[in-house]
């Protein structure tokens, strides 16, 4: 299970949108293990996309389940083509990324969520996910679709806030 080298801004693959996945095969499960060590390889992180290591896929890892303010979540979860169905409220909140290892940023999201993915066997699931849940998978869905949280800051000249140590 090798971890994968991240991409970090300002690489162009970063802006590529994602395909879907339409094969559910070893080779696919193989990959989302080795995305799985790339999330956790270094400093460790809530989230990664597939295209965080340049496999232009729509894959994503969401775990929020050990940070240290413990919020409501679904555990460790791997979103084949996820797809936001509804989106309700929204706040703001600050949000890092391996591929922006020096800054946190804030940004503004929707509050709860619908979801609609399929599982690593291509089985159709949904979810109710809130607050910082919500926020790590709108995070990743904006990878697929070639986007970072540099571009969904109101403001780049006071919401974005460099940082000494990557954390959690
Ligand atoms: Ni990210």
Redesign the pocket.
Known sequence: MPARDILVYPDERLKYESMEVESFDDELQEFIMDLEASRCAGPG?V???AP?VGRLQRIVIVDVSAMRKSVPNHGHLVLINPVIAEWEGHEIGR??????PDFTGNVIRAQRIRLQAQDPHGELCEFEMQGFEARAVQ??I??LDGL??LDRVVSRRTDIFRRKVYKK
């Open positions: 992180a989230g990664i996309a965080q949000e890092g990324c391996l591929s922006v995070h990743e904006d990878h970072l949280f």
